[in-house]
C-alpha cells in the first residue's frame, strides 16, 4: 500500500506544472460554487425571512377567501376575528396572532381621481413594527402614530402619485359589500428598501376596518411561532389542528411550507443553485479529464512495467483516481477558503441593488434592495466534497484507458 502511495505521490511531483493547472481548475471549480452557494442561500434566506414575517407562520383565511386569493374578496373575512385570535393565542407554542386585511385603492393627491393602484394594507402597530421592522425601511418621515387618518406610503407610489411627507392624500377603496368607500389620509412617512413593500400602502388596523366597514373581522388571522423552522411551525400546526376549544370550521389553516407562493419561490431557488453546481462539475471534469489524459498517455510505457511486475488492472486505475483525490482535496481546501473569504464579505456587506433595479423586478416578491450571502459549514462541505467529485468524475475514463494498457505493447513503446 505504501509503495502505492509513494508511486501517486511521486507521478503528482514528475510534472508540477501539470498538476498545479489541475488543482487551480478544482480551485476555480469550488470558489465559484462556494460563493454561488453562499449568494444564493442567503438571498433565498432573506426572502423566505421576509416572506414568512409578512405572511405569518402558519395562516388562516376562509376557504373560500383562500380558493379566490390573488382577487382579496374583502366579502370572504373571518367574522368574530379578534376573539378568534384571543383564543389562538392561548395554544401553547402560540408567540402572536395578528389580523391583516389587504385591499387595492386607487391613491391619488389633489381633486381629480387618478389610476395610480396600490394595495393598501391594514394590521396591528405592534405587527408593524416588530415583524415587518417597518420604521427601519423608512426612507422619510415617521412610522404611523396612534392618531387615525394618517398612511405610510411605498417608496415607488409615492413617486407615481407625487405625493410627499405632509401630503393629503385621498385612497379610494370599497367596502365589502363593494361599495366605494373613500378614506383621506395624510402622508406620515415614506418606506423603501424592498420591491413589495415599495408598491403599497400602510394604515392602522382600525382605518382599514373603516374603509372595508368591517367591524371586528379580517381578511387573515397570521398565527407566529417560537421560530420559523419547519419542525416548530408543524408542531404549531398540529396543536391547532387538534385543539377543541377554537372552532376552525370553514376556515383553512396554511404552514409557510405548504404555500403556493413559497414553493414557487424554492423550487426556482433550488433550480439555479443546482444549474450552477452542475455546469461547474461539467466544466472542471472536462478540463481535467484532457490533462489527466496527457499524463497517463506520456506513462504509457511506465504502466506497463507495472503491469508486468504484477499490478492488475483495478491497482493502475485506482492509483490514477488516487492522484485526482489527492489533487481534489488539495484543490478543494483553497478553493473553499478562498471562497468562503468572498461569502464572508457578502455576508457582512451584501450587494446594493439600484433603486430602478428593483422597480423592475414587480411587487410580486419581497426583494430588498441589498441582497446578502450566508456562510455556513454546511456550504463549505458541500463545495468541498463536489470539488473531490469533479477530479474522480474528471479522472475516470483515463483511469480506465489506464486499466486497460497492455503490458507488452506498453513495454514495447517504452524509450
Not at 481548475?25 to 449568494?39: C, E, K
Request: charged content about 20%; overall charge negative.
Amino acid at each position: 500500500m505504501m509503495v502505492w502511495i509513494k508511486l501517486c505521490l511521486r507521478n503528482l511531483m514528475r510534472n508540477t506544472r501539470r498538476t498545479l493547472l489541475t488543482a487551480c481548475i478544482v480551485v476555480v471549480g469550488t470558489f465559484v460554487i462556494t460563493l454561488a452557494d453562499s449568494w444564493s442561500t442567503g438571498v433565498f434566506g432573506g426572502i423566505m425571512e421576509r416572506f414568512t414575517a409578512a405572511s405569518g407562520h402558519i395562516l388562516l383565511v376562509t376557504e373560500e377567501f383562500h380558493a379566490r386569493r390573488s382577487l382579496h374578496p374583502l366579502y370572504e373575512n373571518i367574522p368574530g376575528a379578534d376573539a378568534l385570535a384571543e383564543k389562538l393565542r392561548e395554544i401553547p407554542g402560540v408567540v402572536s396572532v395578528d389580523p391583516r386585511i389587504r385591499s387595492s385603492v386607487i391613491v391619488t393627491i389633489g381633486e381629480e381621481i387618478g389610476d395610480d393602484v396600490a394595495m393598501l394594507m391594514g394590521a396591528p402597530d405592534r405587527w408593524y413594527r416588530e415583524r415587518m421592522e417597518m420604521e427601519e425601511l423608512l426612507y422619510d418621515g415617521t412610522w404611523l402614530s396612534r392618531d387615525q387618518g394618517e398612511v405610510v406610503l411605498g417608496r415607488r407610489i409615492a413617486r407615481q402619485v407625487g405625493a410627499g411627507v405632509g401630503d393629503d392624500v385621498l385612497l379610494l377603496g370599497q367596502t365589502q359589500d363593494g361599495a366605494m368607500s373613500p378614506l383621506r389620509a395624510t402622508v406620515a412617512g415614506i418606506v423603501g428598501g424592498d420591491a413589495m413593500l415599495e408598491m403599497q400602502a400602510y394604515v392602522s388596523l382600525e382605518d382599514m376596518r373603516w374603509v372595508a366597514d368591517m367591524e371586528d373581522a379580517a381578511l387573515e388571522l397570521l398565527v407566529y411561532a417560537r421560530s420559523r423552522r419547519r419542525q416548530d411551525v408543524a408542531a404549531l400546526y398540529d396543536k391547532i389542528r387538534d385543539q377543541e376549544l377554537v372552532a376552525l370550521d370553514g376556515l383553512a389553516v396554511i404552514p409557510w411550507y405548504e404555500d403556493e407562493t413559497f414553493a414557487g419561490i424554492m423550487s426556482i431557488m433550488e433550480g439555479m443553485r443546482r444549474m450552477i453546481a452542475a455546469l461547474m462539475i461539467l466544466v472542471t471534469a472536462l478540463a481535467i479529464f484532457n490533462t489527466m489524459t496527457v499524463s497517463v498517455m506520456e506513462r504509457t510505457g511506465e504502466i506497463g512495467v507495472l503491469r508486468a511486475m504484477g499490478m492488475t488492472r483495478m491497482g493502475v486505475m485506482g492509483m490514477t483516481v488516487f492522484e485526482a483525490f489527492v489533487i481534489g482535496v488539495l484543490g478543494g481546501v483553497a478553493g473553499t477558503g478562498l471562497g468562503s473569504i468572498g461569502a464572508a464579505y457578502l455576508q457582512k456587506y451584501g450587494v446594493t441593488l439600484s433603486a430602478d433595479l428593483v422597480d423592475r423586478m414587480g411587487a410580486g416578491m419581497p426583494i430588498q434592495t441589498t441582497l446578502y450571502g450566508e456562510w455556513n459549514v454546511r456550504i463549505v462541505l458541500h463545495a468541498f466534497l463536489l470539488g473531490v467529485a469533479m477530479a474522480i468524475i474528471g479522472v475516470w475514463i483515463p483511469a480506465y484507458r489506464a486499466g486497460r494498457v497492455a503490458p507488452v505493447i506498453a513495454m514495447r513503446n517504452r524509450h
